[in-house]
Nanobody
Framework: QVRLVESGGGLVQAGGSLRLSCAASGRAITSITMGWFRQAPGKEREFVAAIWGSGATYYWASVKGRFTISTDNAKNTMYLQMNSLKPEDTALYYC???????????????????WGQGTQVTVSS
């Protein structure tokens, strides 16, 4: 099992930036796939981005070009740099770990084994 702790959420104006962090313990993130999801009130959990141990990344269309997922392997920490934020980005953001490191369907939440508690991102217009 992997323990995940998110941080970095907050309130920002539209067009602004935030960087979320996800500190992992119990397993080296280079050996697993890590992902970010978000859930807005009244909506289903939505995939945001994922990063494999190789460094390969995958983004959902709604954030591609604005968000960047990365890792600091020495710190065993994943990041999500969010630029050009929009009010529709407002949500509770979760990090997750896929211990099997799937090659396909990485956007599906069912394949992730461990989840953080979430960090709130609010974008005002």
């Amino acid at each position: 099992q992997v323990r995940l702790v998110e941080s970095g959420g907050g309130l920002v104006q539209a067009g602004g930036s935030l960087r979320l962090s996800c500190a992992a313990s119990g397993r080296a993130i280079t050996s697993i796939t890590m992902g970010w999801f978000r859930q807005a009130p009244g909506k289903e959990r939505e995939f945001v981005a994922a990063i494999w141990g190789s460094g390969a990344t995958y983004y959902w269309a709604s954030v591609k070009g604005r968000f960047t997922i990365s890792t600091d392997n020495a710190k065993n920490t994943m990041y999500l740099q969010m630029n050009s934020l929009k009010p529709e980005d407002t949500a509770l953001y979760y990090c997750a770990a896929d211990l099997a490191s799937r090659r396909y369907n990485i956007h599906m939440a069912e394949g992730y084994d461990s989840w953080g508690q979430g960090t709130q991102v609010t974008v005002s217009s």
